[in-house]
Each structure stands twice: as C-alpha cells, then as structure tokens.
C-alpha cells in the first residue's frame, strides 16, 4: 500500500516498536537481522531486493530501522566540509543526455578559466576558511594534454595546504586518452603533483544498458571500476555515487550497492556514498521521454534507508546531495541514514543549470541550523573524515534544539 506524501514523513517520530509490528513478516525479520549484525552482509539477494521495492508499511519500517542502524554505526554527528566547487569549463564533447551543464565551444554562455583563474579561487576558497577545492569540468575536445595536472600545480601553488578532490573518472580516462600514459602512471602523476582524492561520479548507473541511454560516450561500467580500483591502490581515495530517479528500477541501485560493497571490501577506499538524485529540467533524457520527472519523495527517502542498510559493515558515512534536495528534504534523508551534508559549495554550476532549486551555496552556519533543527551535533569535517570538530552556537536556544546528550 502506498502512503500519502504527509503520512510518510511523519516516520522520524516513530520508534521501531511502533513500526516493527505492522511490517511484513520478511521485512521485519531481515531489518532485524540486520540491526542485529549490523552488517548488511547478513541479507540474502531476495531480501535486498525486497527492501528497496518496499512501500507503505515496509517502507517506513525500512526507513526507521536506517536510522536507529546509522545511529548504532556513525552516532549523531551530521558532518560537512567547507569547500569550494570550481567547474573550471563547461564545455564538453560527451553529450550526456542527463546533463543540462555542458555547452558546445562557440555558445554564447560557454566558459573555460585559465590556471591563474583557478589559483586564484582556490585561494580566495582557502581565505575564507575552505579546507577542499572540488574540481571537476565538460571535457572540450582540444584540452592540453597534461591540463589535468597543471591545474593540480596552479592550485597547490597558490594553496600548498587545499585538500584536492578532483576529477571524475570519465575526465581520468580522458587524461589517459590525451596524453597516452597508463592509468596507474597517470594517477601516480596526478597524485604526485597534488591530488588527494577522487569524486566518484561518472557513475550515475554502472549498467551498461542504462549507460548506453544515458549517454552512449561515456566509460563503461568495467572503465568506472578500473579507474576507481587503481585510484585506492595507488593512495587515492574516491566517494561513490549512484544517480537515481531517471529510467533505472530498484534493481539497479541493490546491484550498484552490492559492487560497491565489492570493492570496498578489496581496496577500502571509498570515503562515503552519495546518492545523486536526478534533476530533470532542461535535460534531452526527460524531453526525449526516456526518463520520469526526478525522483519521488518515495524514493529519496529510500535510497538513503536502503544504501545505509545494505552498505552497513562496509561504507561508513551516508550523504545527502543538498544541492539537489530542498531543505526539509534534505533534514529528512539525514532521518533516514544519512550522516553528512557534503560540502558548503561556494560555487555550485552543475546542479543550477539541470533546474534545481536548493541554491548555490549553504554556510556552514545554515548547516549548523539545519543539524540542530532534528536534535543531531553538527560537525566540520575533513575530506577523509579524520578529523572533525563539532561546531555548536555560542548561545544555543536548548528549549528548539533538544539536543540528544550522544556524541558516540
Ligand atoms: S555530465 Fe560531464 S561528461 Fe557528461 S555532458 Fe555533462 S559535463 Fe560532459
């Protein structure tokens, strides 16, 4: 039985005592088994797959045990980094049907920032109080072979201590490609002059039949994996992405948690798991028919319920995509697992030109609010989550906040 959108988001106020009994019986018991071990190991292929077709009653038991699992695991810190994006170009050969961001090289609107331009933000990021740069771009066709690692150069040399997470796989087989080194050459390269660590995007579904859809230039599910596995054995950590709400079904997102948990356990550098909702507007994917309008309320909730359940024992930390979520979305999903607001993003280009609303930055006193607001400990983070140091108001309003005593 599907909830209303009302219904459903009353869940937080609920105990598993009050959910348990109402969900179905092989849902209860594989929640249970699992807030038990802890480990997402313990469910079999069937139950995975059950969980992330639940719905009505099973979906809210499924979304109230995520949570009481990520209090277990990861306690009541909502983390976040102050960072900033740099999009250094928007101009991009690919053509992702999904993407509204990238633009041909003689559009009007289409931007390319020089190495000083980068240096320059960096540092600017580093003056007010950023920790990372984010740098991804389009891929133009005529980019200088060894671009990828002058820009490394031009932003530690302007910010020596700016953690660097950087490029996406698709723009590391594109390096690759350009300047015909191999990948892992290639990496220690980038690694040596400044990377730190890698966005896992480029992964929106590792399915080869969705990928072709969704944009049929794109690395292969096999090139994703390699990129990535060959990043972590060569000391480079990456996060993990999933985009949902397009044209991909349930299984898809229990096949793509049950490969990262793969990986994981051979190399353990995934830092954290993002789940990328997907923004229709101004996308050839939704205007060609290929695609429904975004997600549901429905499967927001669960993505974020479903990858702390079935990543528990693997991949720690759980973040919500604030760019794409409104704000009540956003507290909702860290009701539902998650444990991290991402980074601040002084610039944030890709979101804003696909339609979504959420805005260009968030201050990491808003973030504060936003934390404070469902009685969670807020936070600042590094990239790697080694170091975080929680940030409360000087003069906190005890009777809003209702703070939990937890710091575990
Ligand atoms: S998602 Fe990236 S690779 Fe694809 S078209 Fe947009 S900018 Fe290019």
Same mark, same amino acid.
Not at 235 to 240: E, L
Not at 328 to 340: E, I
């Given at each position: 039985?599907?909830?209303?959108?009302?219904?459903?988001?009353?869940?937080?106020?609920?105990?598993?005592?009050?959910?348990?009994?109402?969900?179905?019986?092989?849902?209860?018991?594989?929640?249970?088994?699992?807030?038990?071990?802890?480990?997402?190991?313990?469910?079999?292929?069937?139950?995975?797959?059950?969980?992330?077709?639940?719905?009505?009653?099973?979906?809210?038991?499924?979304?109230?045990?995520?949570?009481?699992?990520?209090?277990?695991?990861?306690?009541?810190?909502?983390?976040?980094?102050?960072?900033?994006?740099?999009?250094?170009?928007?101009?991009?050969?690919?053509?992702?049907?999904?993407?509204?961001?990238?633009?041909?090289?003689?559009?009007?609107?289409?931007?390319?920032?020089?190495?000083?331009?980068?240096?320059?933000?960096?540092?600017?990021?580093?003056?007010?109080?950023?920790?990372?740069?984010?740098?991804?771009?389009?891929?133009?066709?005529?980019?200088?072979?060894?671009?990828?690692?002058?820009?490394?150069?031009?932003?530690?040399?302007?910010?020596?201590?700016?953690?660097?997470?950087?490029?996406?796989?698709?723009?590391?087989?594109?390096?690759?490609?350009?300047?015909?080194?191999?990948?892992?050459?290639?990496?220690?390269?980038?690694?040596?002059?400044?990377?730190?660590?890698?966005?896992?995007? &480029?992964?929106? $579904?590792?399915?080869?039949? +969705?990928?072709? *859809?969704?944009?049929?230039? /794109? %690395? @292969?599910?096999?090139?994703? #994996?390699?990129?990535?596995?060959?990043?972590?054995?060569?000391?480079?950590?990456?996060?993990?992405?999933?985009?949902?709400?397009?044209?991909?079904?349930?299984?898809?997102?229990?096949?793509?948690?049950?490969?990262?948990?793969?990986?994981?356990?051979?190399?353990?550098?995934?830092?954290?798991?993002?789940?990328?909702?997907?923004?229709?507007?101004?996308?050839?994917?939704?205007?060609?028919?290929?695609?429904?309008?975004?997600?549901?309320?429905?499967?927001?909730?669960?993505?974020?319920?479903?990858?702390?359940?079935?990543? &528990?024992?693997? $991949?720690?930390?759980?973040? +919500?995509?604030? *760019?794409?979520?409104?704000? /009540? %979305? @956003?507290?909702?999903?860290? #009701?539902?697992?998650?444990?991290?607001?991402?980074?601040?993003?002084?610039?944030?280009?890709?979101?804003?030109?696909?339609?979504?609303?959420?805005?260009?930055?968030?201050?990491?006193?808003?973030?504060?609010?936003?934390?404070?607001?469902?009685?969670?400990?807020?936070?600042?983070?590094?990239?790697?989550?080694?170091?975080?140091?929680?940030?409360?108001?000087?003069?906190?309003?005890?009777?809003?906040?209702?703070?939990?005593?937890?710091?575990?």
């Amino acid at each position: 039985m599907a909830w209303h959108a009302s219904e459903l988001t009353l869940f937080p106020s609920l105990t598993w005592d009050d959910v348990a009994p109402t969900a179905s019986a092989p849902i209860r018991s594989a929640l249970d088994r699992v807030l038990q071990q802890q480990d997402g190991a313990c469910l079999s292929d069937e139950e995975r797959r059950a969980l992330a077709y639940s719905e009505g009653s099973d979906l809210r038991a499924l979304l109230v045990a995520a949570d009481m699992l990520r209090r277990e695991l990861v306690g009541n810190i909502v983390s976040y980094v102050v960072n900033r994006n740099m999009n250094f170009t928007n101009i991009c050969f690919v053509g992702c049907k999904f993407c509204a961001f990238s633009r041909g090289p003689r559009e009007a609107d289409s931007y390319f920032h020089s190495l000083e331009d980068m240096g320059r933000k960096a540092k600017e990021a580093w003056d007010l109080g950023a920790t990372e740069v984010c740098i991804q771009g389009g891929l133009p066709r005529d980019l200088a072979p060894f671009y990828y690692r002058d820009i490394l150069r031009a932003v530690k040399n302007a910010t020596p201590r700016m953690h660097i997470h950087a490029f996406s796989p698709m723009e590391i087989v594109y390096g690759v490609e350009l300047t015909g080194m191999p990948l892992r050459d290639y990496l220690l390269m980038l690694r040596d002059n400044g990377l730190d660590t890698l966005p896992g995007t &480029a992964a929106e $579904i590792l399915d080869d039949e +969705v990928r072709h *859809v969704l944009s049929r230039n /794109k %690395l @292969s599910t096999a090139q994703w #994996q390699e990129v990535i596995r060959t990043a972590h054995q060569c000391g480079i950590p990456s996060t993990s992405t999933l985009m949902y709400g397009h044209m991909e079904t349930p299984d898809h997102w229990v096949r793509q948690l049950a490969l990262l948990r793969q990986i994981q356990s051979e190399t353990g550098g995934f830092t954290e798991f993002v789940p990328l909702g997907f923004v229709h507007q101004n996308t050839l994917l939704f205007q060609q028919g290929l695609a429904r309008t975004g997600p549901t309320l429905e499967e927001h909730l669960k993505i974020h319920a479903l990858a702390r359940i079935l990543l &528990a024992g693997s $991949i720690q930390n759980i973040q +919500v995509s604030w *760019v794409k979520l409104n704000r /009540k %979305l @956003s507290q909702l999903c860290l #009701q539902a697992g998650a444990n991290d607001y991402g980074g601040t993003l002084m610039e944030e280009n890709i979101s804003r030109e696909a339609g979504a609303t959420a805005g260009q930055y968030t201050s990491p006193e808003d973030f504060q609010a936003l934390i404070l607001e469902i009685g969670r400990i807020p936070a600042e983070r590094n990239t790697k989550y080694s170091r975080m140091q929680i940030k409360l108001p000087v003069d906190p309003a005890p009777q809003e906040w209702a703070l939990d005593a937890e710091f575990a």
